[in-house]
C-alpha cells in the first residue's frame, strides 16, 4: 500500500482523549501546525455536548488545522445521532464549513492526506451503565446487535465498516478503543475492574484476556478484515503506548487534557511507503 499519486504529503498531527477540553486541543493544534502537520486526528471522547462547541468557537472562530474527529464512549450520543441525521446532517456540514471540524461517523472511510483510513467511534462504559436507543428485538441475550445509537460499537457498526473498506484496503484505522487478545496490551486500572464487571461483563460483552483488553466487536473487526491496515491508532485507555500486532502498528494516544497533555500529542510522519508515528517534539 502506497500514498496516492497527486495527494498532499505531510503530517498528520494525532490527539488522544480531551473530554471537552477545548482550549487543549487548540494549543496543540496551534503547535502541530507550527511543526508542519496539515491537519489533525482526534480519536474520540471529544466532548460532544448540546452547546459546548457552540460556546467556545466564537473564541477562536476556526480550528488552526482541519480537526477530523470520531465519537468516544463520552458523548451525548443521542444528540449527536440527530445532528448526524436531522436534514441530511446539516449540522455536521456547517462543522465543517465553518470551524474546519470534520465528524467521521462509525463504518466511513475517507482520503486524508492521500492515505486511504476507516473510522469507527464508540466504546463500552467501564463506569456507567451503557447507553443505547434500540427498538424490541427477539435477540435472546447481549447488547442490541443493531441499536439506533449507542455508547459502544455494535455489530452493526462493524458490518457498515466491512462494507466501506470493501475489496480496497484500508492504510490507517482509527477507533476509540481497540481489538483484544493481540497483544496490544491494554490492562486499564485495578480500580476499574469492579465497573468493568458490572457494566461490561454482564452485559454481555466479551472484555478478553487479562493484560489484553479491549472490545468485543473491534475484535471481530480485525478477524474480519483480510488485508490489515499498517497503523491503527485509538485512545480510551488513557496511556501512551505503541505495540505491533502482525503487520500492524497499534498505537494508543494519551489524554489531551490537563496535566497529562503532554502524552497525547503524536504525528503522523506522511512521506514514506507507510504511516509512521512518533511523539510531536
Known sequence: MTKMEGSPRGRILTLGDCHGDFNAVHNALIRGKHAGCIAAIQVGDFGFFPGELEKFMPSI???PLPLHVIDGNHEDHEWLH?????RRGEALLQWATDWDLHY?????????CGWRVAWCGGAAHADRPQEYAARPSLHRRGPPPAPTWSSWVSQADVRRTLAAIGDRPVDLMVTHSCPYGLGIGMAGSDFMIPGVMKHSFKFGFEIGPEGDFGEQYLTDLWHALPNKPLLWIFGHWHVRQARKAQSTEFACLGTCEGECRESAIWQIIT???RPRIHALK
Not at 440527530?82 to 436531522?86: A, F, K, L, V
Not at 467521521?104 to 486524508?112: A, D, I, Q
Request: charged share 35%; no cysteine.
Open 104 to 112: 467521521h461517523p462509525r463504518g466511513t472511510v475517507s482520503e486524508l
Open 82 to 86: 440527530r445532528q448526524r441525521t436531522h
Open 61 to 63: 472562530g476556526r480550528w
Open 271 to 273: 512521506d514514506s511507503d
